[in-house]
């Protein structure tokens, strides 16, 4: 009985050896895969090339012929792609889209969103305007300057007729996006170095710049949150109402990633250098947003910071959107340089922060030695 019992021990431990040696080799050839993809994955993004950009604005007066030079031009020193404003009008980006794509630049279709200058069919619509804390309409009272006309981001026919343009652009044959600038509120903060230009100075939110205080936006806070912002002792600190207004351009900006989808096309945006910085400064949490890539605006000069900056403010945004699988195309402001040599700077810092590109301000502003400049940077990073 004591053998039988040796005997089924034996056996019993003879079998979990196989069993462990089994379950090692498998462990061996898992690793050993998932080392491979691990390694393919690296290289693949070690190989993804590194794109430039330039917003431009359209001019339906130029010529095919003349924009056909133009688009050759860009990409003959370098630059991937397009962004274009032709002030919401498709007809327009259906005549520009084939001459880009035969010079081999992809397109984006540049649309200012909440800010809408001289929109002939919002303009029959006073109501459909922001209003500030003093309860003055962006109609007719302009923050800063007398292009900013702010729609209402939850007034029903104002989101409306905004997303009927996004989706008019979405509809165009062969763009690669819609990209949404003036996504936002109109700042509550100026970029510090613009203060002087307006003889102004903001340590707190000043109530002339702050918005939107229609009647439908406190009647849609109050039934969520049951109080007024009009009663409010100190609004800066009211975090509910701030994160209402910050869930208004998010709710935009969603609805409108939907309605790109059902076009096959892409979601991109302008936006504010970082995250915290433009939730604090135009009511714009990007990192939050349902979208496929961002170009923040980093412009160093406008915040009387050094070139270096780039980096920083790329990093930021960078890491707060890691998660979502946000892509970074950082964006730089041309006037703001001293020399081709700082442009040259600026793009690989972006780089070294992660970004999956640059985007240049604008293009009229590209000499052909900042031109060049791009060319030479683009080849050596290969």
């Known amino acids: 009985m004591e053998n039988l019992k040796l005997n089924r021990l034996i056996m019993k431990f003879k079998y979990a050896l196989l069993f462990t040696t089994i379950l090692s080799v498998v462990a061996c050839n898992t690793k050993g895969k998932n080392k491979s993809s691990s390694e393919n994955t690296q290289s693949e993004m070690g190989t993804q090339a590194f794109e430039f950009s ?222 915290e910085m433009a939730g604090h400064m135009v009511r714009q949490r990007w990192d939050k947003w349902n979208i496929d890539e961002v170009y923040p605006m980093i412009y160093h000069g406008f915040y009387n910071e050094e070139v270096d900056w780039i980096g920083y403010a790329t990093k930021q945004g960078v890491n707060d959107v890691k998660s979502k699988n946000i892509a970074i195309n950082t964006g730089v402001y041309i006037p703001d340089f001293k020399s081709p040599q700082e442009l040259k700077k600026a793009i690989l810092i972006a780089k070294e922060n992660g970004a999956k590109g640059v985007s240049f301000y604008e293009g009229q502003t590209l000499t052909d030695e900042y031109l060049k400049t791009i060319r030479q940077t683009k080849a050596g990073l290969r």
């Open 54 to 275: 330039t917003w431009i604005t359209s001019d339906k007066e130029k010529s095919t012929d003349l924009y056909a030079a133009e688009f050759k031009k860009y990409k003959d020193h370098g630059i991937d792609e397009i962004l274009i404003n032709t002030l919401t009008d498709p007809n327009e980006l259906e005549r520009l889209v084939p001459i880009a794509k035969a010079a081999g630049l992809n397109v984006h279709a540049w649309i200012m969103t909440m800010n809408r200058p001289g929109d002939s069919v919002a303009l029959k619509h006073p109501e459909w305007y922001a209003v500030s804390k003093e309860q003055k309409s962006c109609y007719d009272t302009r923050p800063y300057v007398d292009y900013y006309q702010w729609l209402c981001p939850n007034r029903e026919e104002s989101r409306n007729h905004i997303l009927g343009l996004i989706a008019a652009l979405a509809q165009v044959e062969g763009i690669e996006s819609v990209h949404l600038d003036y996504i936002r509120f109109s700042d509550i903060f100026l970029p510090i170095a613009l203060l002087p230009k307006y003889d102004l100075v903001q340590d707190t939110e000043l109530s002339e710049f702050d918005f939107c205080y229609c009647e439908v936006c406190i009647s849609k806070f109050e039934d969520i949150h049951h109080k007024s912002p009009l009663d409010s002792s100190n609004t800066s600190i009211d975090m509910e109402w701030k994160n209402f207004r910050l869930n208004s351009v998010k709710n935009i900006v969603d609805d409108a990633y939907k309605l790109t989808k059902a076009n096959n096309k892409k979601l991109t945006a302008a936006v504010f250098p970082y995250p």
